[in-house]
C-alpha cells in the first residue's frame, strides 16, 4: 500500500514538472527585425510576440524563442517595422466616393480638367457628373474658371467640380438651374461669383450645399464600395487607423455594420458631422466605442480654405483687397454648439485655417475647458495663428496639422497672408513645444493619402521635386522622432486611444507595418518614395 502510495505521488510530481517546463502559448513571433515601438523611451527592439490580436511582449528573438510556444513566425529579413500609422485627420468615406468621381488632381489648366470631364463621360455616360482636385493655382493662369465651356459642351448635363480642398467648386449651367441658385440667391457663409451680372459657376463654401442638395444620394452598394475601396488605399500606404473628420450618422452606422460583418477592418475614428441631425442622435448619448470604431466628437467647419481665399482673416488678404475670408458660421452659432459638446461626453474638433477663425476657437476653447481636464478638444489645421495666441496650445486643447498643406501653399501662401502674418503660418514645431504633442494627418483626398509624403514634408519641408532647396521655414521643421510620434502614439492620444493602440507595447492591438526601408534613417529624399511591405491590424496580415 505505501509503495502504491509512494509510486503516485512520484507520477505527480513528473507530471508537475513536465507542466512547469511548458511554455506559454502564443500565436506569432516577429523576428529579425528593426523595431520602433514608439513607447515612453522611444525604445527599439529586434521582436515581439502576438497572442489573441495584441501585442504580449518585446524582446530579443532568442530570449521570446525561449519564452513561449509559437503557431507560426515571422522572419522579417531586417526590415523596418513601426506601430500602424494613424491618420489624424483624413475623409476615408469622400476617398472612398471620389473614386467613383473624375480625378481632377495634377491638372495645369482648365483646358486638362475639360478633357478629363470630357473622357470620363465618354465611358461613363452618368446623368450629373461630378468630380474633384483641380486647383487653379497650379495653372499658368492662377485665376478660378468659369463656366462657359462646360456649358457649351454639356448644355443637358449638370456638372459639380469640387477644388482640391474642397472649399470651392465650378457649376454649369444646368447644375446651377437643378440647385436653383440665381444672381440673386444669397450667399451667407460663401460666395456665390457673379461678373458682368452674370453667374460665374464658381461657388464657395456654404452655397456649394446647395448643388450637393441636389444630386441624389449615393445607392447603398455604392456607398459600400466607396468604404472598402477607400480600405484597401489606406491599408496599401500602411494605415490602420483613420480619423473621418466630417461624416454622418448614416455613414457612421455602415461602417458599424460592415466592421461586424468582417470586410471592413479598418478602424475608424469618426467625427460627426455639425448637422442639427447628428448632434441631436449622439450628444445625449454615452460616445459609441468598439475595438475598430470610436464615435466621440463632433467636427465644426469654422472657416473655409487659404486657396480659395476662404480662410477668415483678422486684416484683409494682401492680395485682395478688403477681402477677409469668412466665417462659416456665426460665432454665436459656434459657441452655442460649443458649449452643447462641453456639457455633453463628446470632444469638439474645430476647422480653423485663418488667424481670425483660430483666434475664435482657441478663446472658446480656452474660456469652457479652463476648468476641465482631460478634453482633449482639437484644431484642426491650425493653419495661420496669430503670434500671441499660442499661448493656448496644450494637452487639452490639441493643433492638428497636415504637413503637406505647408509644401502645397509655399508657392502662394505668403502672396495670401503677407510677410508678417505668414510667420505664425505652418508653425508646426512652435505648435508642438508649446503643446507638448501635435496630431499630424494627411487630409487627404485634399492631398494625397501617402503618409510618407507627411513625414517628407513635417521634416524637410519641402515638395516632391526637392523644392525649395534647403527646406521652406526650415525653423518649423519636426523632427523623425516627433513626427513618428505625431502619426502614431499622439495622434492615438488625440482620439483618447492611447492605451490601445500607436504603439507597440503589450497588451496594444497588434498594429503594425513592415516598411522596405527604415524611415527614421534613410536619407531624406528618400522618404517620399518608401514602400509598405506589409500591413497588419490585430495580428492580421490586411495587406
Same mark, same amino acid.
Given at each position: 500500500?505505501?509503495?502504491?502510495?509512494?509510486? +503516485?505521488?512520484?507520477? /505527480?510530481?513528473?507530471?508537475?514538472?513536465?507542466?512547469?517546463?511548458?511554455?506559454?502559448?502564443?500565436?506569432?513571433?516577429?523576428?529579425?527585425?528593426?523595431?520602433?515601438?514608439?513607447?515612453? !523611451?522611444?525604445?527599439?527592439?529586434?521582436?515581439?510576440? /502576438?497572442?489573441?490580436?495584441?501585442? +504580449?511582449?518585446?524582446?530579443?528573438?532568442?530570449?521570446?524563442?525561449?519564452?513561449?510556444?509559437?503557431?507560426?513566425?515571422?522572419?522579417?529579413?531586417?526590415?523596418?517595422?513601426?506601430?500602424?500609422?494613424?491618420?489624424?485627420?483624413?475623409?476615408?468615406?469622400?476617398?472612398?466616393?471620389?473614386?467613383?468621381?473624375?480625378?481632377?488632381?495634377?491638372?495645369?489648366?482648365?483646358?486638362?480638367?475639360?478633357?478629363?470631364?470630357?473622357?470620363?463621360?465618354?465611358?461613363?455616360?452618368?446623368?450629373?457628373?461630378?468630380?474633384?482636385?483641380?486647383?487653379?493655382?497650379?495653372?499658368?493662369?492662377?485665376?478660378?474658371?468659369?463656366?462657359?465651356?462646360?456649358?457649351?459642351?454639356?448644355?443637358?448635363?449638370?456638372? @459639380?467640380?469640387?477644388?482640391?480642398?474642397?472649399?470651392?467648386?465650378?457649376?454649369?449651367?444646368? @447644375?446651377?438651374? +437643378?440647385?436653383?441658385?440665381?444672381?440673386?440667391?444669397?450667399?451667407?457663409?460663401?460666395?456665390?461669383?457673379?461678373?458682368?451680372?452674370?453667374?460665374?459657376?464658381?461657388?464657395?463654401?456654404?452655397?456649394?450645399?446647395?448643388?450637393?442638395?441636389?444630386?441624389?444620394?449615393?445607392?447603398?452598394?455604392?456607398?459600400?464600395?466607396?468604404?472598402?475601396?477607400?480600405?484597401?488605399?489606406?491599408?496599401?500606404?500602411?494605415?490602420?487607423?483613420?480619423?473621418?473628420?466630417?461624416?454622418?450618422?448614416?455613414? /457612421?452606422?455602415?461602417?458599424?455594420?460592415?466592421?461586424?460583418?468582417?470586410?471592413?477592418?479598418?478602424? /475608424?475614428?469618426?467625427?460627426?458631422?455639425?448637422?442639427?441631425?447628428?448632434?441631436?442622435?449622439?450628444?445625449?448619448?454615452?460616445?459609441?466605442?468598439?475595438?475598430?470604431?470610436?464615435?466621440?466628437?463632433?467636427?465644426?467647419?469654422? !472657416?473655409?480654405?487659404?486657396?480659395?481665399?476662404?480662410?477668415?482673416?483678422?486684416?484683409?488678404?494682401?492680395?485682395?483687397?478688403?477681402?477677409?475670408?469668412?466665417?462659416?458660421?456665426?460665432?454665436?452659432?459656434?459657441?452655442?454648439?460649443?458649449?452643447?459638446?462641453?456639457?455633453?461626453?463628446?470632444?469638439?474638433?474645430?476647422?480653423?485655417?485663418?488667424?481670425?477663425?483660430?483666434?475664435?476657437?482657441?478663446?472658446?476653447?480656452?474660456?469652457?475647458?479652463?476648468?476641465?481636464?482631460?478634453?482633449?478638444?482639437?484644431?484642426?489645421?491650425?493653419?495661420?495663428?496669430?503670434?500671441?495666441?499660442?499661448?493656448?496650445?496644450?494637452?487639452?486643447?490639441?493643433?492638428?496639422?497636415?504637413?503637406?498643406?505647408?509644401?502645397?501653399?509655399?508657392?502662394?501662401?505668403?502672396?495670401?497672408?503677407? @510677410?508678417?502674418?505668414?510667420?505664425?503660418?505652418?508653425?508646426?514645431?512652435?505648435?508642438?513645444?508649446?503643446?507638448?504633442?501635435? @496630431?499630424?494627418?494627411?487630409?487627404?483626398?485634399?492631398?494625397?493619402?501617402?503618409?510618407?509624403?507627411?513625414?517628407?514634408?513635417?521634416?524637410?519641408?519641402?515638395?516632391?521635386?526637392?523644392?525649395?532647396?534647403?527646406?521652406?521655414?526650415?525653423?518649423?521643421?519636426?523632427?523623425?522622432?516627433?513626427? +513618428?510620434?505625431?502619426?502614431?502614439?499622439?495622434?492615438?492620444?488625440?482620439?483618447?486611444?492611447?492605451?490601445?493602440?500607436?504603439?507597440?507595447?503589450?497588451?496594444?492591438?497588434? !498594429?503594425?507595418?513592415?516598411?522596405?526601408?527604415?524611415?527614421?534613417?534613410?536619407?531624406?529624399?528618400?522618404?517620399?518614395?518608401?514602400?509598405?511591405?506589409?500591413?497588419?491590424?490585430?495580428?492580421?496580415?490586411?495587406?
Amino acid at each position: 500500500m505505501l509503495k502504491n502510495i509512494a509510486g +503516485l505521488f512520484l507520477l /505527480i510530481g513528473l507530471f508537475s514538472a513536465c507542466n512547469s517546463n511548458e511554455k506559454p502559448a502564443a500565436d506569432l513571433l516577429v523576428f529579425n527585425a528593426e523595431i520602433y515601438t514608439v513607447d515612453d !523611451d522611444f525604445s527599439s527592439a529586434e521582436a515581439f510576440v /502576438i497572442k489573441d490580436g495584441k501585442f +504580449l511582449e518585446t524582446g530579443t528573438t532568442e530570449y521570446l524563442e525561449n519564452k513561449y510556444d509559437f503557431k507560426e513566425k515571422l522572419d522579417v529579413g531586417g526590415k523596418t517595422i513601426i506601430p500602424g500609422i494613424i491618420d489624424a485627420h483624413a475623409h476615408f468615406y469622400r476617398l472612398g466616393l471620389q473614386q467613383q468621381k473624375v480625378d481632377l488632381t495634377g491638372t495645369q489648366s482648365f483646358e486638362e480638367v475639360v478633357q478629363r470631364i470630357v473622357d470620363f463621360q465618354e465611358t461613363r455616360n452618368v446623368d450629373f457628373i461630378t468630380g474633384r482636385g483641380w486647383d487653379q493655382n497650379d495653372w499658368e493662369v492662377k485665376e478660378f474658371p468659369n463656366k462657359d465651356t462646360l456649358d457649351l459642351l454639356f448644355p443637358d448635363t449638370p456638372i @459639380a467640380i469640387t477644388r482640391i480642398d474642397g472649399h470651392a467648386l465650378l457649376a454649369n449651367q444646368a @447644375a446651377l438651374y +437643378l440647385a436653383g441658385i440665381t444672381v440673386n440667391t444669397p450667399a451667407d457663409g460663401g460666395a456665390i461669383e457673379i461678373e458682368n451680372g452674370k453667374l460665374t459657376g464658381i461657388l464657395i463654401d456654404n452655397p456649394m450645399d446647395l448643388v450637393a442638395n441636389a444630386q441624389e444620394e449615393p445607392s447603398l452598394e455604392e456607398q459600400t464600395t466607396a468604404l472598402l475601396e477607400a480600405q484597401k488605399i489606406s491599408f496599401s500606404y500602411g494605415l490602420t487607423t483613420v480619423v473621418d473628420a466630417g461624416i454622418d450618422k448614416n455613414t /457612421i452606422q455602415l461602417m458599424d455594420s460592415l466592421h461586424k460583418e468582417g470586410s471592413l477592418k479598418i478602424r /475608424i475614428y469618426a467625427m460627426i458631422s455639425n448637422t442639427p441631425e447628428n448632434l441631436n442622435f449622439y450628444l445625449g448619448k454615452d460616445p459609441l466605442k468598439t475595438e475598430r470604431l470610436n464615435v466621440r466628437s463632433v467636427k465644426f467647419y469654422g !472657416d473655409g480654405a487659404l486657396g480659395s481665399r476662404g480662410a477668415a482673416l483678422k486684416e484683409p488678404y494682401s492680395d485682395k483687397d478688403g477681402h477677409y475670408g469668412a466665417l462659416l458660421s456665426p460665432i454665436e452659432d459656434f459657441k452655442e454648439t460649443a458649449k452643447r459638446v462641453a456639457n455633453s461626453k463628446f470632444q469638439l474638433n474645430t476647422h480653423a485655417i485663418g488667424d481670425s477663425a483660430n483666434s475664435v476657437v482657441l478663446k472658446t476653447y480656452d474660456e469652457l475647458l479652463s476648468s476641465s481636464e482631460n478634453r482633449r478638444w482639437r484644431v484642426e489645421h491650425s493653419q495661420v495663428i496669430d503670434e500671441a495666441e499660442f499661448k493656448y496650445f496644450s494637452k487639452n486643447i490639441i493643433p492638428s496639422v497636415q504637413p503637406t498643406h505647408a509644401t502645397s501653399d509655399m508657392y502662394w501662401a505668403e502672396d495670401r497672408l503677407g @510677410a508678417k502674418r505668414i510667420e505664425g503660418a505652418y508653425a508646426f514645431k512652435k505648435l508642438v513645444d508649446q503643446a507638448g504633442i501635435i @496630431a499630424l494627418g494627411t487630409d487627404f483626398p485634399v492631398e494625397e493619402v501617402s503618409p510618407f509624403y507627411t513625414f517628407y514634408a513635417a521634416v524637410a519641408r519641402k515638395d516632391l521635386e526637392n523644392y525649395p532647396e534647403g527646406g521652406y521655414k526650415m525653423d518649423q521643421a519636426l523632427s523623425r522622432e516627433e513626427t +513618428l510620434k505625431g502619426m502614431t502614439i499622439w495622434a492615438a492620444y488625440s482620439n483618447f486611444e492611447e492605451d490601445e493602440k500607436g504603439s507597440i507595447e503589450p497588451g496594444k492591438f497588434a !498594429d503594425f507595418i513592415i516598411l522596405e526601408k527604415n524611415i527614421m534613417k534613410v536619407p531624406e529624399d528618400e522618404i517620399p518614395s518608401i514602400k509598405v511591405s506589409q500591413t497588419y491590424v490585430n495580428g492580421e496580415q490586411v495587406f
